[in-house]
């Protein structure tokens, strides 16, 4: 007669629940950078939408008519920008005789962007042309 016995050694479940709980720890490890990444996407997210809301605005603005202002968007956000002119103005060019009618000039915005509500605050650079239209005498056609 055999006297053995069936089943597994308490050695053998230690070494199981062991290896078992590595594995855990480890799938645990992952969820939790999954869960970082997440939120760093998210603040990604927001930062670029803060921007691309803030260049919709600047676009309509005229730096040589207001180098500077603020703009208050509901419910929460902020524009701000501060513009300093990069080079001399000079009258466009007029097509057919080579006059234009306005004075033009190339101008670099600094922009800031804050939301209130996160009290998240961006700062970026562009540059856009700002105009004034000249007063011309009227032509005497005949």
Do not use: C
Not at 68 to 79: R, S
């Amino acid at each position: 007669m055999k006297r053995g016995r069936a089943g597994f050694s308490l050695i053998e479940v230690l070494v199981a629940l062991s290896i078992a709980a590595v594995s855990l720890l480890a799938i645990l490890d992952l969820q939790r950078q999954l869960v970082d990444g997440q939120r760093r996407y998210e603040r990604a997210l927001a930062v670029t939408e803060l921007r691309r809301t803030a260049l919709l605005f600047i676009r309509n603005i005229n730096p040589r008519a207001q180098p500077e202002g603020l703009i208050h968007l509901p419910p929460n956000v902020d524009i701000q920008w501060t513009a300093q002119p990069l080079g001399d103005a000079r009258r466009n060019i007029g097509l057919p005789n080579g006059d234009g009618n306005f004075m033009v000039q190339l101008y670099r915005l600094q922009v800031r962007v804050s939301d209130r509500r996160t009290g998240q605050s961006q700062m970026f650079a562009v540059e856009q042309v700002g105009w004034k239209a000249l007063q011309l005498r009227p032509s005497l056609s005949f």
